[in-house]
């Protein structure tokens, strides 16, 4: 028998990098996986490349009608699920003096707004002893020239799994976080980012990262797996996968 059979789980932001990572390890291990995705060339590549035990939904998490629509259709499709993966994500580059309102709101509103209303309406359907996983970013501790607004509104969430862990103890279902740092994803975290700029993102986080390099997707995949089914005397943590930099270590020249 596999590692998740029996398992159901759901992933919001599942349809490439992290969370695409996150769907492929679940349903290697036999769970049947309900993910969302709000890019139409994501989702129908999902569709095409996933088996049968994989269900993709197009949903916007800034709607909350349609997370509410998301809710009814986990309901219909699992019933009840053992794992929420709240990993829908949005970031875009921006100094703090061209941030817009428009770009302030949609930033808040996929990143914290968002996570917040996916929990409340899903949480119901998690199973008691279950668990919820947030994804919030290397960027909640770091001042960041663009980043300040996107990681006020991790630093939210970060905030919110302290609180949903408190609230669901009485259930036994744990809430905690997986903190990335420079992943290698095809879009590197970042809406947007021109090919040069992409590539000169990537020479920073090699040379800042104290292991001198990115992670992998399928790396941060396995954190949070393990935060969802093994780590089972854990809950309103942020367990870190960023090669070391957040943790004050030297990133010492490579060798």
């Known amino acids: 028998m596999s590692e998740y059979t029996g398992k159901k789980a759901v992933v919001t932001g ?56 998301l809710a009814e259709e986990v309901e219909s499709r699992l019933g009840t699920i053992d794992l929420l993966h709240v990993n829908a994500g949005y970031a875009v580059l921006e100094p703090f003096h061209l941030v817009t309102p428009e770009s302030y709101d949609r930033t808040f509103d996929v990143n ?84 040069a700029d992409r590539a000169a993102l990537t020479q920073v986080g090699d040379a800042i990262t104290p292991m001198h390099r990115h992670g992998t997707p399928e790396e941060v995949a396995r954190a949070v797996l393990f935060l969802g089914f093994d780590a089972t005397f854990t809950t309103g943590a942020e367990f870190t996968v960023d090669g070391g930099l957040g943790h004050g270590l030297s990133a010492t020249p490579a060798q």
Do not use: W
């Not at 992290?18 to 999902?46: I, P, S, Y």
């Not at 002893?129 to 919030?136: F, L, N, Q, Y």
């Open 14 to 69: 599942g349809t490439h990098g992290m969370g695409r990572a996150v769907v492929e390890l679940l349903l290697r291990g036999g769970a049947e996986v309900l993910l969302t995705g709000n890019n139409e060339d994501n989702l129908a590549k999902a569709r095409e490349e996933l088996p049968a035990t994989a269900h993709v939904l197009r949903s916007d998490t800034t709607d909350v009608a349609q997370i509410d629509a």
């Open 112 to 195: 914290a707004k968002g996570a917040f209303f996916t929990i409340q309406r899903l949480a119901p359907l998690v199973n008691d002893g279950g668990a919820i996983v947030c994804t919030t970013s290397i960027a909640n501790d770091t001042g960041n020239v663009g980043m300040t607004h996107y990681a006020g509104a991790k630093a939210a969430l970060r905030a919110f799994v302290k609180g949903f862990a408190t609230e669901l103890l009485p259930r036994g279902i744990r809430v905690n976080a997986v903190k990335p740092g420079f992943i290698d994803t095809p879009s590197m975290g970042i809406s947007g980012l021109a090919d």
